[in-house]
């Protein structure tokens, strides 16, 4: 039985955790109560396809589930740029009921963000991080996991989607440079950073917080995975396994 769970198996699941196309990372914690904290594990690109109606930008999640009511203040590491101009603090977050959006969406934004044009083609960056509300929650904070995200203006007019722009080596796109990322370079290569330098920037950012710097190091001064992961362990002994198969074989 456990012959059958291989390689395959896992390379497949792998996949479909990474194929979720305009879906990206969002982390959650306290409310119950207490301040509610957005974390985003990676930064999330948006390029605007459609004008505004106003030159204002909001980040929206959507389907996150109904938290609050109206709009509370946040303050964190969260901020985003225009053109890689200079950033703008996420300082507010919000959830009301009117077309496109419900109670269900939740959207990020800055209070003050002092331009009067937005142009199609313009591309806004919103950072890693997180924020947490200036005020208590009372609902509890809702699932970690992937949500589609979506530009819009003031206005609520949709302006682009969202898309993750992963750590080196996060070739799922999960916010994490894992085991699962491991997989996915090994089924392919070409498409995950090529052979064997995506190996190398996997193996040097296994582990990694984002946006952190080097981890463990050997003597020769390369990063090395912290030795907790059994999946890779486990990937190892069954890739060993089915050589041994095809030589007896």
Known sequence: MFRKI????????????????????VNFSGGSGTPLTITLPQSVSYTVVTGPSTPEVTFVFQGTGNMFSGTVGAGGSLSFTRNAGSPFPINDAQQFNAPP????????????????????????LLSAGSVTTTTNIAAAAPASGLYSTILTDGAGHKMGDGTAVPEPGDYNHNGIVDAGDYVLWRKSPSTNGGNPAGYTTWRSHFGQPPG?????TDSAGVAVPEPASALVLLMGMLTTYA?????VS
């Open 6 to 25: 291989s390689l395959s198996t896992i390379a497949a699941f792998a996949f479909i955790s990474s194929a979720h196309a305009g879906t990206v990372q």
């Open 101 to 124: 959006f419900t109670l269900n969406d939740l959207s990020l934004y800055a209070s003050t963000f002092p331009v009067t044009a937005i142009n199609v083609n313009d591309v806004f």
């Open 212 to 216: 952190s710097g080097a981890g463990t």
């Open 243 to 247: 050589r041994r198969r095809a030589i």
